[in-house]
């Protein structure tokens, strides 16, 4: 799988251009009140998206940043090279292609990852609708993570553990209270993924 390729091989020592990218979405208003009120939808975004996407893809028709950031990021469509370009500035196509976001096909773009937002944060995590999922594909934001992130008492730690991280969404949910988080996870994607997405949000001490 081309997505698998790419991550595999994900240059985590490039932070500014990371930084800049979680900027650009910043500015898009990527974020899950507004794509919630965009896409008309109260409960969690699921990520199995798939029944709803005829509708939602007509919610979300539109030239703005934000709107063409949902359709390649959350409902997977290829956007122009024309429609990149505006959505990104000022930053550059080469630079998320770089580190693994999206995949130049041509006279368009296609997005290697889904960006999941869930409340301050932007999770990147693969695909759940692949017809032929590898067997380290990393699951996004599910219910169960949900569920276990609502019920987790957040008080100080000077230590958490958190163990078979995923796409390390947890993990970035301690940092917030913890002095150190440490991540474990038998799938090396998982751990490169879960290092994306701490270095996507700005959190250290991972």
């Given at each position: 799988m081309?997505?698998l390729?790419?991550?595999?091989?994900?240059?985590?020592?490039?932070?500014?251009?990371i930084?800049?990218?979680?900027?650009?979405?910043?500015?898009?208003?990527?974020?899950?009140?507004?794509?919630?009120?965009?896409?008309?939808?109260?409960?969690?975004?699921?990520?199995?998206?798939?029944?709803?996407?005829?509708?939602?893809?007509?919610?979300?028709?539109?030239?703005?940043?934000?709107?063409?950031?949902?359709?390649?990021?959350?409902?997977?469509?290829?956007?122009?090279?024309?429609?990149?370009?505006?959505?990104?500035k000022?930053?550059?196509?080469?630079?998320?292609?770089?580190?693994?976001?999206?995949?130049?096909?041509?006279?368009?773009?296609?997005a290697?990852?889904?960006?999941?937002?869930?409340?301050?944060?932007?999770?990147?995590?693969?695909?759940?609708?692949?017809?032929?999922?590898?067997?380290?594909?990393?699951?996004?934001?599910?219910?169960?993570?949900?569920?276990?992130?609502?019920?987790?008492?957040?008080?100080?730690?000077?230590?958490?553990?958190?163990?078979?991280?995923?796409?390390?969404?947890?993990?970035?949910?301690?940092?917030?209270?913890?002095?150190?988080?440490?991540?474990?996870?038998?799938n090396?994607?998982?751990?490169?993924?879960?290092?994306?997405?701490?270095?996507?949000?700005?959190?250290?001490?991972?």
């Open positions: 081309q997505a390729e790419d991550l595999a091989s994900l240059p985590l020592d490039a932070p500014l251009k930084r800049r990218i979680r900027e650009v979405l910043n500015r898009a208003g990527y974020s899950e009140p507004r794509i919630k009120q965009l896409l008309d939808c109260d409960g969690a975004m699921h990520r199995q998206r798939w029944q709803t996407v005829s509708l939602d893809l007509r919610r979300a028709r539109g030239g703005s940043p934000l709107k063409i950031l949902v359709r390649l990021f959350l409902l997977r469509q290829a956007v122009s090279l024309d429609e990149i370009g505006r959505a990104i000022p930053t550059l196509l080469e630079d998320w292609v770089e580190v693994g976001l999206l995949q130049l096909n041509r006279s368009s773009v296609i290697t990852v889904e960006l999941c937002p869930y409340g301050n944060l932007v999770v990147a995590a693969d695909w759940s609708d692949d017809a032929q999922p590898d067997l380290h594909q990393v699951m996004g934001i599910a219910a169960s993570s949900r569920t276990l992130a609502q019920a987790t008492i957040r008080r100080h730690s000077r230590a958490t553990l958190d163990l078979g991280t995923g796409c390390g969404v947890l993990a970035l949910l301690a940092a917030a209270h913890s002095e150190q988080v440490v991540a474990v996870d038998s090396p994607r998982a751990l490169r993924m879960a290092k994306l997405n701490a270095q996507l949000n700005g959190l250290t001490g991972i």
